[in-house]
């Protein structure tokens, strides 16, 4: 089982998310910093390219035809019908999904384009989508895009450079507080003609700001005056991308139809994309009743989440038919980044040793193997699966960054990483009990009959916040386990606007989320793990992680200039936070698990970095007649 990532790209919503994509700020922001150049700059000039990459390593030259893992002749037809698994699983009440206020809907993503767009196999290059050039100056702070003349909204009225520039400063004012925070560096968007858009950057510039600029939505100066953009809507906003929102029931459903007449249908990164008609997102509340839905016919794909449907809920007849078919692929891409968080915010979670032993008490051996049948890994780092993972004793090049922190950071930083102990697949390891409350007995915590009672005289309770109960058969072994501790430890299931208020003023205990991983990480760390986030209402910093050290390990890697230093800084940081004991880290898969009926084709060839399930996939009338699909 899977929590939703915290935030979604139109990529990772149709299975491309192995690039920066324009849809949305996301979890996966991927970073960057150097252009690619076509010719070298003169002295003090700029130099024109046709993507930007981390490294100035773009694989495909300007004319590429399109990308390699799509196929260029794909049929147009056909309905494509999903669940949600990014976002609020359970129902939407806002049609605008980059803001704070509300529940945005599922695949919103889709109706806007961005200056560029990435590529599912480049983790971190984007090609011209709206912009078909950009220059960069020698010194990387100016970044003049050049646009498509022919580039327009849904409504038909063109988009321009002003158009850019409004997007870029309503986001900085009154997007999500996470746009903020990326954007901080970038001082200001200027439209200097119809077709010229220039952004200038600061000269302390993560090394991935200009990635995050040419990857922003952009949106409609002329409809956005007469509305306010910080509020939640049903209205659809006007956009230009390959769908437009059609029929939708809040709670129930969207659909977005795609835009025949769409102006950037055949342009290269879009080639192949797109195929299908409609694209639909239905809402459930209840997992078993969601997959008696893709057994009807109703949802047509699905991506499976929980390891015991897996296992167990594929003896139905059309499955066994052949009608319905299941596949597993890996990728190279990161995984996701999950785990049950404290809010160090509360004073009883201000000991480390606390948090410790709390996750003393999650037996994953023994969840893994009852309930998840074997299927996932234990995640032990902040960068599970990536270069960045902490292993062994630092490096030499890793102490050089840790040292200036000895004294402030915890002494277990300079040797081996922390990692949670391997129980014995009880379910009740006692030895790990025994060292839990042996911890908590240090913290200064003492056992009064059932109660374990803080410092302070107050039994010590903890409240895991969700808004489902996915996770439940998950969590209750582990509050049993802390219960014997002396522990109350209970669950609130809330209604999902609940939720995300609750998370907006950062109100509870122990929040379970995932965070998409990232090959190379930068400056939208910050938003995760940095001290300014700490203290924004609606961050994404849910442990309330406040530590200079981090800050400093994190301005390092978003800074560095090759990979390898990205992943010394990563291992550095990956190092600092896994001895502030802020999660009890969950689990992960290498690879993507899908059930979907037989009315699909695909490409020969999958995107390196994603499954590119279902976004390169195509409606196949052929099979669809073979097996009766009345869909």
Do not use: C
Request: aromatic residues 12%.
């Amino acid at each position: 089982m899977r929590r939703a990532t915290l935030l979604a790209t139109r990529r990772d919503l149709l299975g491309l998310a192995g690039g920066i994509a324009g849809a949305a700020l996301a979890a996966r922001l991927l970073p960057g910093v150097a252009m690619a150049q076509e010719d070298a700059p003169a002295s003090g000039g700029a130099a024109e390219a046709h993507g930007l990459s981390a490294f100035g390593d773009l694989a495909l030259p300007k004319d590429f035809a399109h990308f390699p893992y799509v196929n260029p002749d794909a049929p147009v037809g056909g309905k494509l019908v999903m669940r949600v698994t990014q976002g609020s699983f359970d129902t939407f009440n806002t049609l605008n999904a980059y803001v704070l206020q509300g529940d945005a809907a599922a695949g919103m993503g889709a109706t806007f384009d961005s200056l560029m767009a990435g590529s599912g196999d480049e983790p971190d290059a984007v090609y011209g989508l709206v912009a078909q050039s950009v220059e960069v100056s020698a010194d990387r702070r100016t970044y003049r895009f050049r646009l498509r003349r022919q580039a327009r909204f849904h409504d038909g009225t063109p988009l321009t450079a002003a158009d850019v520039a409004f997007s870029f400063d309503i986001l900085k004012e009154k997007g999500h507080p996470s746009y903020a925070a990326m954007l901080a560096e970038a001082e200001r968007a200027e439209a200097e003609a119809d077709d010229i858009v220039t952004f200038h950057l600061s000269a302390q510039r993560g090394r991935d700001l200009h990635l995050l600029v040419a990857s922003l939505p952009i949106f409609s100066k002329a409809y956005w005056s007469t509305r306010d953009f910080a509020a939640s809507t049903l209205e659809p906003p006007l956009g230009s991308g390959p769908y437009r929102v059609g029929r939708f029931e809040v709670g129930r459903f969207i659909e977005f139809n795609r835009v025949d007449d769409y102006w950037a249908r055949d342009l290269n990164v879009n080639v192949g994309q797109n195929r299908f008609r409609h694209v639909r997102y239905e809402y459930f509340r209840d997992e078993q009743v969601m997959f008696e839905a893709f057994k009807s016919g109703i949802i047509n794909f699905h991506a499976e989440y929980t390891a015991s449907l897996w296992a167990n809920g594929y003896d139905f007849a059309a499955f066994r038919e052949g009608r319905v078919q299941r596949e597993k692929i890996e990728t190279a891409a990161a995984p996701n980044v999950q785990g049950w968080y404290f809010n160090t915010r509360r004073d009883k979670f201000a000991d480390p040793r606390v948090r410790e032993a709390i996750g003393l008490a999650f037996d994953f051996e023994w969840t893994n193997a009852k309930i998840m049948y074997g299927a996932y890994r234990r995640t032990t780092s902040f960068f599970e699966h990536t270069p960045g993972k902490a292993e062994g004793p630092p490096s030499p090049e890793e102490l050089a960054l840790l040292e200036p922190f000895r004294g402030q950071v915890p002494d277990e930083v300079f040797g081996e990483p922390f990692v949670p102990p391997v129980s014995d697949g009880s379910g009740n390891d006692r030895n790990l009990l025994r060292r839990a409350f042996q911890l908590l007995t240090e913290a200064g915590l003492k056992r009064d009959g059932d109660v374990l009672r803080l410092p302070d005289g107050k039994p010590l309770e903890i409240e895991f916040l969700d808004s489902g109960t996915r996770l439940q058969p998950h969590t209750q072994p582990f509050q049993a386990n802390l219960r014997r501790l002396g522990i109350k430890a209970t669950s609130r299931i809330v209604d999902p606007s609940q939720y995300q208020e609750r998370l907006r003023r950062h109100d509870y205990d122990v929040v379970s989320v995932a965070r998409a991983g990232s090959l190379t990480p930068g400056a939208e760390l910050r938003i995760f793990y940095g001290s300014r986030a700490a203290t924004t209402p609606g961050s994404l910093n849910l442990a309330g992680i406040a530590n200079p050290a981090i800050d400093a390990l994190i301005d390092h890697v978003a800074r560095a200039e090759t990979r390898a230093d990205i992943a010394i800084g990563t291992r550095a940081l990956d190092r600092v936070l896994r001895a502030g004991r802020y999660w009890v880290p969950m689990w992960f898969r290498p690879d993507d698990w899908y059930a979907f009926w037989d009315i699909f084709s695909r490409p020969g060839q999958a995107p390196r970095y994603s499954s590119g399930a279902p976004g390169t996939w195509w409606f196949d009338a052929e099979k669809a007649r073979r097996i009766g699909w009345k869909g």
